[in-house]
């Protein structure tokens, strides 16, 4: 599946929840818990394809698999 970065709806709307609730967070984890809502939407917006969110987001797939990873994200 190819999905074009104008077709995907705007992932940080889907983040403000993780920032709303991160108040009086240390900026490391607030910033985790972004990345962590960001990939996790992408990725869903990507049929959950690892290759295809790791395109979109311009990383490479072997470090997309690790934060897939580490986030616990399936």
């Known amino acids: ?7 995907l709806s705007d ?6 929840a993780a ?3 991160a108040d009086s967070l240390p900026l490391k984890e607030a910033m985790k818990r972004f990345e962590k809502a960001y990939i996790e939407n992408v990725y ?17 797939k072997t470090g997309m698999y ?4 580490d ?3 399936k």
């Open 44 to 60: 869903r917006q990507c049929g959950n394809n690892a290759i295809l969110t790791a395109k979109m987001l311009h990383v490479h």
């Open 71 to 73: 986030y616990n994200i």
């Open 19 to 21: 920032v709303n609730s």
């Open 11 to 16: 992932p940080i709307d889907s983040t403000e």
């Open 1 to 7: 599946t190819n999905v074009a970065n104008d077709q």
């Open 66 to 69: 690790r934060k897939l990873k």
